[in-house]
């Protein structure tokens, strides 16, 4: 047979501009982490620190020793085990048990989904990431010690004022929990919002 010319962005003899893009664009791989991460549902200011985490690029003093001689490298949170994100980010989640390794897969698995009480999961993990990266570099940089419940509070804030936002949230006695938990108004949160305007 004799060679031919073929349009692969041909569809039923058309040329179509979507069969183009798929042939010419490279494709990336999907990743895991992307839905958790970049969910809609997190503070952009904590989003990049938990990309950094997942990515296990926080500069914790494990990986600064690799290239650089510092006199403590002893976690600043507990001070006795040396500072790595799994001793880090493992002691500081308690909710959840395990590695960071191990941390990371089941956060990825509770937050499939949008609902309500999954939403309040992606913003609080994200929160706690970022608040105890925060709290690290506080004591490291600004040698200032915050206690648990100081950091604890700033959590709450966070979250709060995030959910605070979210429409459409669901009545029901988890919703409700849920809502105390991070000191929203319940009655506030799953009424219909109408702003007016005068
Ligand atoms: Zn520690």
């Known amino acids: 047979m004799t ?96 590695s960071w390794e191990d941390i990371k897969v089941v956060a990825q698995v509770l937050s499939k989904g949008s609902k309500f009480h999954v939403n309040v999961f992606k913003c609080e993990f994200a929160a706690i990431v970022y608040h105890l990266w925060a709290e690290r570099n506080t004591r490291v940089f600004g040698r200032v010690r915050r206690n648990v419940d100081h ?19 669901p009545k029901g006695e988890r919703e409700w929990v849920l809502c105390h938990e991070w000191k929203v108004n319940y009655d506030e949160v799953t009424s219909f919002k109408c702003f007016k305007v005068n």
């Open 3 to 98: 060679d031919v010319h073929l349009w692969k962005a041909e569809e039923n003899g058309k040329i179509k501009s979507i069969a183009i893009w798929n042939v010419i664009r490279e494709r990336g791989q999907i990743v895991s982490r992307a839905s958790l991460v970049w969910s809609s549902k997190i503070i952009l200011r904590h989003q990049f620190i938990l990309w950094l985490a997942f990515r296990g690029r926080l500069s914790t003093r494990d990986r600064i020793l690799a290239y650089m001689d510092i006199p403590d490298a002893n976690c600043v949170l507990c001070s006795g085990f040396a500072e790595s994100i799994d001793h880090l980010l493992a002691m500081g989640i308690v909710s959840l048990s395990g």
């Open 151 to 169: 950091v604890w509070n700033d959590i709450v804030f966070d979250c709060g004022a995030l959910i605070r936002t979210w429409r459409w949230v």
